[in-house]
């Protein structure tokens, strides 16, 4: 019996669908990149495409499109695409230099929140204004010339080989380690690199970036996602600065200069010394925040903490109260999220949603006369918001005693418009955030985002049942309510608590891993989750049997002894 649907054996074609996100579908040759199919339909110069999402991955502008395919552009407004974008232009940053300043090494540090990393120099002194000019002109000209990155995989024995003979030690430790028998590198002229993720086809793609002296070093700056081709003018950022340094600092001291060198003294079976010195770092600025408190006591009536989600707020608070306690300051934690106005009052987005975020969102009118009176040493009737039912209802009444301080936790703690004008003279503020300084190594940064998903990630899943998609999904609007909210706002305070932990990604692997394994393919938070597992896999397996339970980790691990710690004195009812 025939079939009416003939089926028989065929050459391929020589030419190949792709179906884009907006409807349209394109014919070319098989083999064509995904890059020549965009070019023949777009020419948005002002927020170019990046790089492309074929069939629910990630790829290359040069990946070649060999079956019928979905199509989906990847701009440099995107996460993804400012990603490939900044890294790119760090590899040119890197080959730039070298051409130039061959004795001396370039190191990319940490993140400027106005867009660009902190870079430093060693092996000789530091770029002049003359040089710094020189190197960005080079990399200019290279722009101009459009030359291509080219992408290739190599043993990874070969790979190992090449970087000890550049004299890269931290490359080397952290390639030794890797579970692959090969590395893709990237080739530009004569000059190879790893870089953690793709690139852009060329250096044509890098119109937009600057190099600006600052702090001892320099700065490479880019856009941000916002505004794709345009640069932000750069602030000083000197408390976040001595917070970066301040953890370089104690990486020294603990022999850790890269993820190379933690995962050798994991195997060295140094685990218990890491945890040991990196907590007692910790609880070391802990007690000098309160010392400096105690200092001024006589002055304060409020510890004003705040900081982006993830960041250990909850357990520093905690961690300070005990500190606090020990000097016999008996501080009284007033919870913010009790005054949040009536639902039907809550101001909404541009979207039409609650914005639960913005400080309207807050009744700040009843939180000035209640810390003012609670500060004069009057009867407060507090207030309960009824998250259920999007009210405020009447709580507990409370008093304080005698030069009792108040500590008020939130996001909006920097802000000086948070509580009255009368009382900001008599605050402490204090900006906790996991400002990571480990790096892959000195050219492969570790983003301190990444670090504060992943605690996230795990602490959902345990505490809240949400899934690792779940909480990718949503993260990409707590980002945006931090930059609009927080970020703005942290050199107010008068100093900064960095929650990072050395070690902390090697004791989240095994439990984030697990997590994103399970985010399904073709969803939009599966391209996230490969490639933060992706990233999991430079880490070493770390037993977390030695975390202490009054640890930072602990609050996204589990099991810390400060999770219901609650302490106060004075007369409520």
């Known amino acids: 019996m025939n079939s009416k649907n003939e089926i028989k054996i065929t050459e391929p074609s020589e030419t190949v669908e792709v179906h884009l996100a907006d409807g349209h579908t394109l014919t070319g040759k098989r083999g064509t990149s995904a890059g020549e199919f965009f070019r023949a339909v777009s020419e948005d110069t002002a927020n170019p ?70 870079c430093q120099v060693a092996g000789r002194e530091q770029l002049s204004l003359e040089e710094l000019e020189m190197l960005t002109q080079r990399m200019q000209a290279e722009v101009t010339g459009d030359r291509p990155f080219l992408r290739e995989e190599v043993p990874l024995k070969e790979a190992i080989q090449y970087f000890e003979k550049l004299g890269h030690k931290d490359k080397v430790n952290l390639l030794v380690h890797r ?11 004569e000059y ?8 852009v086809p060329s250096t044509g793609y890098l119109c937009w970036f600057d190099l600006q002296d600052s702090n001892g070093g320099f700065v490479l700056r880019f856009p941000r996602r916002h505004n794709p081709n345009q640069l932000m003018p750069m602030k000083n950022y000197p408390q976040l ?31 218990q010394e890491i945890v040991l010195v990196s907590e007692a770092l910790h609880e070391q600025h802990v007690a ?14 409020l510890i004003l903490i705040a900081g982006p989600s993830s960041s250990g707020k909850t357990t520093f608070s905690r961690r300070l109260t005990v500190q606090l306690l020990a000097l016999g300051i008996s501080p009284f934690p007033l919870e913010l999220d009790n005054y949040f106005v009536d639902r039907e009052n809550t101001p909404r987005d541009e979207n039409g949603d609650f914005d639960f975020e913005i400080l309207e969102a807050l009744n700040l009118s009843l939180l000035a006369e209640h810390l003012q009176k609670l500060t004069a040493g009057e009867r407060v009737q507090l207030p309960r918001f009824n998250f259920k039912a999007g009210k405020s209802e009447p709580g507990e009444k409370m008093q304080l005693q005698e030069g009792q301080l108040i500590i008020l936790e939130g996001i909006h ?10 009382l900001r003279g008599q605050s402490f503020r204090i900006y906790v955030s996991a400002l990571t300084q480990l790096n892959l190594d000195r050219h492969n940064r570790i983003s301190t985002t990444d670090t504060r998903l992943l605690r996230r990630i795990v602490r959902d899943a345990r505490e809240r049942g949400y899934t690792a998609q779940e909480t990718i999904s949503r993260w990409e609007s707590v980002r945006r309510g931090e930059k609009r909210h927080i970020f703005p706002y942290q050199e107010n305070a008068d100093i900064m608590f960095n929650s990072a932990l050395a070690y902390e990604l090697a004791a989240l692997k095994p439990f984030a891993t697990s997590l994103l394994r399970q985010v399904p393919h073709g969803t939009p938070e599966y391209i996230e989750a490969k490639r933060l597992l992706a990233f ?27 999770k219901n710690f609650k302490w106060w004195q004075g007369e409520r009812t």
């Open 413 to 422: 703690g920097m802000n000086p418009n948070l509580i009255p004008a009368s």
């Open 288 to 301: 000098d925040i309160a010392n400096q408190i105690a200092k001024r006591k006589d002055k304060l009536r």
């Open 179 to 189: 579970k692959k028998d090969y590395l893709t590198l990237y080739r530009l002229g």
């Open 536 to 562: 999991l896999e430079w880490f070493q397996h770390f037993d977390t049997h030695f975390v202490p339970d009054n640890s930072i980790a602990r609050e996204f691990l589990g099991d810390s002894a400060l």
């Open 49 to 118: 495409i990046i790089a492309a999402v074929v069939n629910g991955d990630l790829r290359e502008l040069s990946y070649p499109i060999k079956i019928e395919s979905t199509l989906k552009a990847v701009k440099i407004s995107s996460a993804d695409g400012a990603r490939i974008y900044r890294r790119s232009l760090t590899f040119l940053l890197e080959y730039a230099f070298q051409q130039l300043f061959p004795k001396g090494k370039l190191s990319i540090d940490h993140s400027v929140s106005s867009g660009g990393y902190y």
């Open 192 to 199: 190879m690199d790893y870089h953690h993720g793709y690139m």
């Open 241 to 271: 600065l001595d917070a970066f340094r301040r953890y370089g600092d104690w990486l020294t001291r603990l022999g850790i200069d890269s993820v190379g060198a933690l995962n050798n003294a994991i195997l060295a079976g140094r685990t």
